[in-house]
């Protein structure tokens, strides 16, 4: 029987599938990292970062790198690859006005409607206010009536692109489900205005059977 993720307190459950994936890793993963360019000294924080896997790409090519995760068990797991005081248990200790990239990967599409903006002012918040960078990506809600793809099936019925709407997805990598949300591209542009983030670019990634899998917003702070 496949495991069922219902929220945060769940994703402790996946730890291993999540450290294996492969296909995600080498099209989403590999990607975010290759816009980062030279990361060398440079301080990031990936808020979200589940086991940890993006963070030991970047510490391992030079950079300061700490995670945040909700799932504290996760965080406690993910001590065997990122060192312990990297590790941010709790997010008021996030630091503020300080990172030069702040990481928010396939978080905000798991989340109910009223917590994606705190995660955005949380990422505001983070970046250092005059060369900071976040990337936050997510499946892109153009696809929403793709039933499978190389990497998941998603059961969504027939709803319309522009309702917002929960449905579910079964990971074929890891073979678990979970709950994920569908709100459109322009639902998000305008969160991310309202947060005072300021779009510098959107990216998506074409690395699957169709393309367009993921879209990953490139942000500054707008003020």
Same mark, same amino acid.
């Given at each position: 029987?496949?495991?069922?993720?219902?929220?945060?307190?769940?994703?402790?459950?996946? @730890?291993?599938?999540?450290?294996?994936?492969?296909?995600?890793?080498?099209?989403?993963?590999?990607?975010?990292?290759?816009?980062?360019?030279?990361?060398?000294?440079?301080?990031?924080?990936?808020?979200?970062?589940?086991?940890?896997?993006?963070?030991?790409?970047?510490?391992?090519?030079?950079?300061?790198?700490?995670?945040?995760?909700?799932?504290?068990?996760?965080?406690?797991?993910?001590?065997?690859?990122?060192?312990?005081? $990297?590790?941010? @248990?709790?997010?008021?200790?996030?630091?503020?006005?300080?990172?030069?990239?702040?990481?928010?990967?396939?978080?905000?599409?798991?989340?109910?409607?009223?917590?994606?903006?705190?995660?955005?002012?949380?990422? @505001? $918040?983070?970046?250092?206010?005059?060369?900071?960078?976040?990337?936050?990506?997510?499946?892109?809600?153009?696809?929403?009536?793709?039933?499978?793809?190389?990497?998941?099936?998603?059961?969504?019925?027939?709803?319309?692109?522009?309702?917002?709407?929960?449905?579910?997805?079964?990971?074929? =990598?890891? =073979?678990?489900?979970?709950? =994920?949300?569908?709100?459109?591209? =322009?639902? @998000?542009?305008?969160?991310?205005?309202?947060? $005072?983030?300021?779009?510098?670019?959107?990216?998506?990634?074409?690395?699957?059977?169709?393309? $367009?899998?993921?879209?990953?917003?490139?942000?500054?702070?707008?003020?």
């Amino acid at each position: 029987m496949a495991k069922i993720i219902v929220g945060p307190k769940d994703w402790d459950k996946v @730890y291993l599938e999540l450290e294996n994936e492969v296909i995600k890793t080498s099209s989403y993963d590999n990607l975010i990292i290759q816009f980062l360019g030279d990361v060398k000294e440079k301080s990031i924080i990936d808020y979200g970062s589940g086991p940890g896997v993006i963070a030991k790409a970047l510490t391992d090519l030079g950079a300061k790198v700490d995670i945040y995760d909700i799932n504290r068990r996760i965080l406690e797991m993910a001590c065997k690859r990122i060192n312990h005081e $990297n590790i941010i @248990y709790a997010k008021q200790f996030i630091k503020k006005d300080f990172y030069d990239f702040v990481l928010c990967n396939l978080v905000v599409c798991i989340v109910e409607h009223d917590e994606v903006s705190g995660i955005v002012n949380d990422v @505001y $918040n983070a970046l250092n206010p005059k060369t900071g960078i976040a990337f936050i990506g997510f499946c892109n809600p153009k696809i929403y009536n793709v039933h499978e793809s190389i990497l998941d099936i998603r059961h969504s019925g027939n709803l319309k692109y522009d309702k917002n709407h929960m449905y579910l997805k079964e990971k074929k =990598e890891g =073979e678990y489900v979970i709950p =994920e949300m569908h709100r459109p591209i =322009e639902w @998000y542009e305008k969160t991310f205005k309202d947060c $005072n983030l300021k779009i510098v670019e959107k990216i998506f990634t074409n690395k699957y059977i169709f393309k $367009n899998h993921f879209i990953i917003f490139k942000l500054s702070r707008s003020k």
